[in-house]
């Protein structure tokens, strides 16, 4: 019953910023949330998670410069990406899994149930 679009995708020089958003419809604030991104000819890959009780994780190539959020209210969740580089263009999709799943491996895309369609992020140099 849950749906996921992703928006806020566009193109960007190096060392810019973007915020990506994740709106959801159905119930999803017992979910953990999670942003991935697949370059082509490479594997999806987890970039940061969020759980139902607020912890967060990230990939070590984005600590300090990407930070990851949600608003219960609006069933929203945020990626606010910061100084970002040539390397991090890619689609970027929006992913939640259901309480059970959730402590299985945050960066596995097996972990989730539910994936948006995707936002195409292009980082100049």
């Known amino acids: 019953q849950v749906q996921l679009v992703e928006s806020g995708g566009g193109s960007v020089q190096a060392g810019g910023s973007l915020r990506l958003s994740c709106a959801a419809s159905?119930?999803?604030?017992?979910?953990?949330m999670g942003w991935f991104r697949q370059a082509p000819g490479k594997e999806r890959e987890g970039v940061a998670r969020?759980?139902?009780?607020?912890?967060?994780k990230y990939a070590d190539s984005v600590k300090g410069r990407f930070t990851i959020s949600k608003d219960n209210a609006k069933n929203t969740a945020y990626l606010q990406m910061n100084s970002l580089r040539p390397e991090e263009t890619a689609m970027y999709y929006c992913?939640?899994?259901?309480?059970?799943?959730?402590?299985?491996?945050?960066?596995?895309?097996?972990?989730?149930?539910?994936w948006g369609q995707g936002t195409q992020v292009t980082v100049s140099s």
């Open positions: 159905g119930y999803t604030s017992t979910y953990c």
């Open positions: 969020i759980d139902s009780d607020g912890s967060t």
């Open positions: 992913a939640a899994a259901r309480k059970s799943s959730c402590s299985y491996r945050w960066d596995s895309p097996v972990t989730y149930d539910y």
